[in-house]
């Protein structure tokens, strides 16, 4: 048996009574947590690797609920346009990327997610139809190598969207299928697949039905964007030829649930939240990027007081080029402070178990992980409070979430393993993946015909030069 014995730091539980230990301990047997708590709860003679933690933070890795790391490569691309508009310059690269080039744009997001203490992530994933190249398959091989826990949101488009990208219903369930009994559950179930419309206009409603009566058969979670700004609703009334908003057509559906995660939902209306409620459908909420698009934003306050699960994403690097959980947890509190002008509308012990051990039950994975409680999988992360920014740390939630960046994260632990240890990767070598990553970036915007942003970059050999 391993045994890793994390010593001398403040450990943050993230469990439901929100205990906090000042000089706490962590001890690790292979995968899983085997004691959390002061370190009197221990005998001082233990049999066990140490790990001395003074002066840092021991608390759950972050759980990012949504993101889009086959968009990876459109980071700082478009940025000044309105939703619809950044996807539609945004498709052009996508079409441009094969397998070499999901492979390297998909590790780079993984271990972008782990150096910001991300250790669970959820890739929603949609690329080109192919009968040769799985996409998803980059994408699972990417979690896979890295370590991160890791959900792949396989999304689908039957109509009303770029040629290259739709599929046939019956060709969607193949492929979920096929999927499903490829990776769900791999890596001692550290992987897992869920899936959705990308856009609720890409489909009708016979669709939606077979979705859930797919994910039912599977037992798999839908996850899916819902109402993320005006204009979605007044496309889906005219694309179904009704009066009928975002979540009343999934209700009608069968398409919410405790299973079901919606994603931005920005433009609900209060119906529509009790349907939510009603249905345990859980939220992932993303507030920078509804900011980043200029969409508006949820007020919070409506979600949290109807008992509604909130997860927090950061949504794709090219949606608000950023991987940073920390800054969500942020511009979450200040947005539905904002939008209630209230200021306890949100606070920091509240946004850190958004992003841990509620994040883990949006996704249905609390009893694995999003929380430091013995028996569950060993996923935690350490941070340095020895720096000027969070110098005094009087009170440790706040100064997590208004203070704390993901680079203060220092050490990341998946499934009892060390996959960050003071900032250096132990998997992978991230000088050769940023290398590899640069090389394919360039090469599918040379493909894509995009135009070229006008600036100072470089090239795949690193070498400056000027367009």
Request: net charge negative.
């Amino acid at each position: 048996m391993k045994r890793i014995l994390i010593e001398n730091g403040v450990v943050l539980t993230m469990n439901q009574a929100g205990d906090i230990h000042e000089r706490g301990c962590v001890l690790v047997e292979d995968s899983r947590l085997a004691y959390v708590g002061p370190r009197e709860g221990l005998p001082r003679d233990l049999d066990a690797r140490r790990h001395d933690a003074a002066g840092h933070v021991v608390m759950p890795g972050l759980v990012n609920c949504h993101t889009h790391l086959c968009m990876i490569f459109g980071r700082t691309l478009a940025t000044n346009t309105d939703l619809l508009s950044w996807l539609d310059l945004q498709m052009p690269l996508m079409r441009a990327l094969d397998a070499e080039a999901m492979l390297a744009a998909q590790t780079l997001g993984c271990i972008e997610n782990l150096k910001n203490g991300n250790t669970t992530v959820v890739e929603n994933l949609f690329a080109p139809r192919s009968d040769s190249v799985s996409p998803e398959d980059s994408a699972f091989a990417a979690m896979e190598n890295t370590g991160i826990r890791g959900v792949v949101a396989r999304a689908f488009e039957a109509m009303r969207f770029d040629p290259a990208f739709v599929e046939t219903p019956a060709q969607q369930a193949q492929r979920i299928r096929s999927l499903h009994a490829r990776w769900h559950g791999r890596a001692q179930g550290r992987l897992g697949l869920s899936f959705g419309p990308l856009l609720p206009w890409t489909l009708d409603e016979s669709m939606l039905r077979a979705s859930r009566a797919l994910a039912t058969e599977l037992g798999i979670c839908l996850h899916m964007h819902v109402a993320e700004s005006r204009e979605f609703n007044r496309i889906i009334e005219r694309h179904y030829g009704r009066p009928v908003r975002n979540v009343e057509l999934l209700h009608e559906t069968g398409c919410l649930g405790p299973d079901v995660q919606a994603v931005g939902v920005s433009d609900l209306a209060p119906n529509e939240i009790t349907l939510l409620a009603e249905t345990g459908t859980s939220v992932v909420l993303d507030p920078q990027t509804r900011l980043f698009w200029g969409t508006g934003f949820p007020a919070l306050t409506p979600f949290l007081e109807a008992g509604i699960h909130c997860g927090l994403a950061t949504n794709g690097p090219a949606a608000n080029c950023g991987q940073d959980l920390f800054e969500s947890m942020k511009y979450a509190c200040a947005t539905a402070k904002t939008a209630a002008a209230d200021p306890h509308a949100l606070d920091a012990r509240r946004a850190l178990r958004m992003a841990t051990i509620e994040g883990a039950r949006v996704l249905g994975l609390d009893r694995r992980t999003g929380s430091l409680e013995a028996g569950k999988q060993a996923d935690l992360i350490t941070i340095d409070l020895r720096q000027p920014h969070l110098v005094p740390a009087f009170d440790l939630e706040p100064a997590l979430v208004f203070s704390a960046h993901g680079t203060d994260v220092r050490d990341a632990m998946v499934d009892g393993e060390w996959l960050m240890r003071g900032r250096r990767l132990t998997r992978i070598d991230e000088a050769a993946v940023l290398a590899r990553a640069e090389e394919m970036a360039e090469r599918a915007l040379a493909g894509s015909q995009v135009r070229r942003p006008r600036h100072r970059t470089l090239t795949p050999q690193g070498t400056p030069h000027d367009d």
